[in-house]
């Protein structure tokens, strides 16, 4: 019922820069949250930044300082600015969509995840 959907990765130099973008969409009648997680080959995925409709943010440690999340609630849109990347950053970047869908006689829950865009950072 909700689809959402990233752009931006792709090859950056270290101590570069990256943007991503996730835009939900769909039957939505509200999202609690969204959020972005990563994974690496043979490595668990991880959440990386996250936002809550209230504006709450959060992000894993070996990112704070240097990762933005952000949102534009008018588009269901949120997006994650991405500075001084280190190798160690590199992963396949996900997005995930929670809140409530609409369906003819109710709401129901949504937990949405985007296929992932892959992000590489390398000299």
């Known amino acids: 019922q909700v689809q959402v959907v990233e752009s931006g990765g792709g090859l950056v130099q270290p101590g570069g820069s990256l943007r991503l973008s996730c835009a939900a969409s769909?039957?939505?009648?509200?999202?609690?949250?969204m959020g972005w997680y990563r994974q690496a080959p043979g490595k668990q995925r991880e959440l990386v930044a996250g936002i809550t409709s209230g504006g709450s943010k959060n992000y894993v440690d070996s990112v704070k300082g240097r990762f933005t999340i952000s949102r534009d609630n008018a588009k269901n849109t949120v997006y994650l600015q991405m500075n001084s990347l280190t190798p160690e950053d590199t992963a396949v970047y996900y997005c995930?969509?929670?809140?409530?869908?609409?369906?003819?006689?109710?709401?129901?829950?949504?937990?949405?995840w985007g296929r992932g865009t892959q992000v590489t950072v390398s000299s």
């Open positions: 995930n969509a929670m809140g409530r869908s609409t369906s003819y006689y109710a709401t129901r829950r949504f937990d949405s």
């Open positions: 769909g039957s939505i009648f509200s999202i609690d949250a």
